[in-house]
């Protein structure tokens, strides 16, 4: 699904800010299911989870507010804001659209040392998946998407992409059914365009790649019972 559509998430170095590492952990804990709609977040097992204190906590969870994604309760705390399957797809067309373009322009400019790293990274994604190596899985589809939105370069489109996979799940994406095996049919194909400078059939294959993210994260949150049957088909 998203598995790498993350164009400029680090990975290594630094930590993030701390108030930002904590909207990131919540944004994928709402995300992923694990807290629904309507429910309040405690700040002190979030605290214990992120490895911080409170304040950033309370920063972090006031930024989720300003995006909408959560709610302040005055005198009661913070409350994961409603959102519909509609929300989950609007999000990935958006993505979908964003690193379609990147992906065409990608196929215009990628050089050969690019070439080679997706078709290393790859093969590498496909020894990972016969081990169920789920934490590679993860790293490794990251850096076969960021590998084409740096070649791309179109810095101002990928900070655009980047703030839209922020709201988006990463580290939880091969536990997603369907996400390992569709990226490991997408892969190929979106790179055999960019190595042919197929540029629109390329930006094609990426948009349908995500789209098809999409509809596996949110049949995952119907199991999950996030929705209502009225929710899921508002």
Known sequence: MTEGVLPGRGRAG???????????YV???????????????????????????NTPVRE?????????????????????APFTEQDVRDLFWTQ??????????????????QLARLDTNIEEY???AARDDQPALAELGHQFHREINLAADSHRLALLLNSV?????NRFYAEVEGNVAGSRQAHPLILEAIRKRA?????????????????HLIEMLRKRGVWSDEQSTA
């Open 14 to 24: 630094s930590r993030q800010q701390l108030p930002e590492e904590v909207a990131a």
């Open 199 to 215: 540029s629109r059939k390329a930006q094609s294959l990426m948009a349908d790649h995500i789209l098809e993210g999409g509809d």
């Open 60 to 80: 972090g969870l006031l930024s989720l507010r300003s995006e909408g994604v959560v709610q302040l309760v005055p005198r009661r705390g913070f409350v994961v």
């Open 126 to 128: 496909e020894k990972a």
């Open 165 to 169: 996979v922020r709201h988006l799940p």
């Open 27 to 53: 944004r994928e804990l709402i995300i992923s299911g694990q807290v629904r709609p309507g429910e309040f977040l405690r700040m002190e097992p979030i605290a214990e989870a992120v490895g911080v204190s």
């Open 96 to 113: 979908a659209q964003l690193a379609g373009e990147l992906t065409a322009r990608a196929a215009r400019n990628i050089t050969s040392e």
